[in-house]
């Protein structure tokens, strides 16, 4: 019984910052890879920033140095910091989470950038 809740979507003009959480609760023992997708109408779902157990990252070309992917092992939450916000960065965002085998998804959060 895992759940992830994301939060932090919104609306932004170019240039501007946002961030989002998700925070992941159930029966998980133990630290995982979390990430972060994000899905635009017409396109595919695509793999935005990915943070392994013992924090290393990665992050598709289009967002380096302008995401940066942490977590809180703590509180089982991962958030992704976006600065200089792009139009074609309005996606909806989904964090997930990857357990052993199973794979669990937020509900995702919509975030447009526009003037």
């Known amino acids: 019984q895992v759940q992830l809740v994301e939060s932090g979507g919104g609306l932004v003009q170019p240039g501007g910052s946002l961030r989002l959480s998700c925070a992941a609760s159930?029966?998980?023992?133990?630290?995982?890879?979390m990430d972060w997708y994000r899905q635009a109408p017409g396109k595919q779902r695509e793999l935005v920033a990915i943070?392994?157990?013992?924090?290393?990252?990665g992050y598709a070309d289009s967002v380096k140095g302008r995401f940066t992917i942490s977590r809180d092992n703590a509180k089982n939450t991962v958030y992704l910091q976006m600065n200089s916000l792009k139009p074609e960065d309005t996606a909806v965002y989904y964090c997930?989470?990857?357990?052993?085998?199973?794979?669990?998804w937020g509900q995702g959060t919509q975030v447009t950038v526009s003037s």
């Open positions: 997930g989470l990857t357990v052993k085998s199973e794979r669990y």
């Open positions: 159930g029966s998980i023992f133990g630290l995982y890879p």
């Open positions: 943070i392994t157990s013992g924090g290393s990252t």
